[in-house]
């Protein structure tokens, strides 16, 4: 799903383009590896995570241009945990559990594709997400469901720590591995400008002609005015610079 999207292919948001391949990836896995899951058992599992998905859009963000990449394949992976605790038997309180870890842990994301690309490192997020997702699911699934924080406080954090988060790294590829991606080529680079200004200055500075009177004039005394004589050797060319 995520080369697809990067490919330019048709995709279906989940809940963006970007974050596209973690609820599908987690629902074919339990469709497929999971003897009891049915096709309609995977749609109603959409529905919960269509549910948790739009709870976070109107109370938070799922842009990665507004709050990192945090609200993106955080949100996601909230989804795929949702649904994936859904299809585990789980109930209601422990869905909400699952959603609010998956989130939790993601807080502080940045958004930082390399050349501005949903390529990388957005591809390999989506699969440590889907990952992830069902570990809290399973987690969850362990649990009595008594947890301090709800996912209602999970999503008030994402979006205060996304307003918190530098614009350099929300999706403008300023910083991040967007800045240090290939830094062997870059130090190369950066050497080669230093020889260069290196080699200017030089030519720079070897340039400079400075005349002192008569360019002929091989001598010349200077008469402080008090006192003290300073002789000066000096061609047409000042070796001040040298």
Same mark, same amino acid.
């Given at each position: 799903?995520?080369?697809?999207?990067?490919?330019?292919?048709?995709?279906?948001?989940?809940?963006?383009?970007? %974050?596209?391949?973690?609820?599908?990836?987690?629902? !074919?896995? *339990?469709?497929?590896? /999971?003897?009891?899951?049915?096709?309609? @058992?995977?749609?109603?599992?959409?529905?919960?995570?269509?549910?948790?998905?739009?709870?976070?859009?109107?109370?938070?963000?799922?842009?990665?241009?507004?709050?990192?990449?945090?609200?993106?394949?955080?949100?996601?992976?909230?989804?795929?945990?949702?649904?994936?605790?859904?299809?585990?038997?789980?109930?209601?309180?422990?869905?909400?559990?699952?959603?609010?870890?998956?989130?939790?842990?993601?807080?502080?994301?940045?958004?930082?594709?390399?050349?501005?690309?949903?390529?990388?490192?957005?591809?390999?997020?989506?699969?440590?997400? %889907?990952?992830?997702?069902?570990?809290?699911?399973? !987690?969850? *699934?362990?649990?009595? /469901?008594?947890?301090?924080?709800?996912? @209602?406080?999970?999503?008030?954090?994402?979006?205060?720590?996304?307003?918190?988060?530098?614009?350099?790294?929300?999706?403008?590829?300023?910083?991040?591995?967007?800045?240090?991606?290939?830094?062997?080529?870059?130090?190369?680079?950066?050497?080669?400008?230093?020889?260069?200004?290196?080699?200017?200055?030089?030519?720079?500075?070897?340039?400079?002609?400075?005349?002192?009177?008569?360019?002929?004039?091989?001598?010349?005394?200077?008469?402080?005015?008090?006192?003290?004589?300073?002789?000066?050797?000096?061609?047409?060319?000042?070796?001040?610079?040298?």
């Amino acid at each position: 799903m995520s080369e697809n999207n990067a490919g330019g292919e048709t995709v279906v948001t989940a809940p963006t383009c970007g %974050a596209c391949g973690i609820v599908p990836g987690v629902l !074919y896995f *339990l469709r497929h590896h /999971t003897d009891d899951v049915t096709d309609e @058992d995977v749609i109603d599992a959409l529905a919960v995570a269509g549910v948790i998905g739009n709870i976070t859009k109107v109370n938070a963000s799922i842009s990665g241009a507004e709050a990192g990449c945090q609200a993106e394949v955080g949100t996601a992976c909230a989804m795929a945990a949702g649904a994936a605790t859904f299809l585990m038997g789980g109930s209601t309180e422990q869905i909400e559990y699952a959603a609010s870890m998956a989130i939790e842990h993601m807080l502080g994301l940045t958004c930082d594709p390399v050349k501005g690309l949903v390529q990388v490192p957005c591809i390999e997020r989506n699969a440590m997400a %889907a990952g992830r997702a069902l570990e809290c699911a399973q !987690y969850a *699934l362990m649990t009595n /469901t008594f947890h301090i924080i709800s996912f @209602d406080e999970v999503i008030m954090t994402m979006i205060l720590t996304g307003e918190d988060i530098e614009d350099s790294l929300r999706e403008t590829s300023k910083a991040g591995l967007a800045q240090t991606y290939n830094l062997d080529e870059l130090a190369r680079k950066q050497r080669i400008n230093e020889m260069k200004s290196r080699l200017m200055g030089i030519q720079r500075r070897n340039s400079i002609n400075m005349q002192w009177g008569n360019e002929d004039a091989t001598k010349e005394t200077v008469k402080e005015s008090e006192g003290g004589v300073i002789d000066l050797e000096r061609s047409g060319t000042s070796d001040l610079f040298a």
